[in-house]
C-alpha cells in the first residue's frame, strides 16, 4: 500500500540530500543568525546614517566654497570663462569623400 509512495518520495529526499551535500561545498547551508543582529544592527545603520549626513553636509559645504572660488575667479579676469574657450578647428579644404565603388555580380 505504501510501496508507491515510498518508490516516489524516498528518491526525492535522496536526491534532495545529495543536493545540500554539494551546495554545502560552496555556500553555507544554516540558517542566519537574526539574534545576534537585534540592536547592534538597528545601531549601525544609525551610525551609518549619521555618517552619510555629515559626509553630504560637509560636500555641500565645499561645493558651496568652489563656487565661491569660482566666482572670485571669473571676476579676477574680467571675461566670462566661456568666451575663453576657442572655437572648433574646422579645416578650410575638406576633401570630397571617394566614389562609390558598386561591385556587379
Do not use: H, W
Request: with cysteine; proline share 10%; glycine share 6%.
Amino acid at each position: 500500500m505504501y510501496k508507491g509512495v515510498i518508490k516516489r518520495v524516498l528518491p526525492f529526499f535522496l536526491t534532495f540530500a545529495g543536493g545540500l551535500l554539494v551546495a554545502s561545498f560552496f555556500v553555507t547551508v544554516t540558517a542566519p543568525n537574526f539574534a545576534v543582529g537585534g540592536r547592534s544592527g538597528r545601531y549601525t545603520r544609525c551610525r551609518e546614517a549619521k555618517r552619510y549626513q555629515s559626509e553630504y553636509f560637509e560636500l555641500k559645504r565645499e561645493n558651496e566654497r568652489l563656487r565661491r572660488e569660482l566666482d572670485s575667479a571669473r571676476q579676477n579676469i574680467g571675461a566670462d570663462l566661456n568666451e575663453m574657450v576657442p572655437p572648433p578647428f574646422v579645416p578650410e579644404n575638406i576633401p570630397p569623400p571617394p566614389p562609390r565603388v558598386r561591385t556587379i555580380r
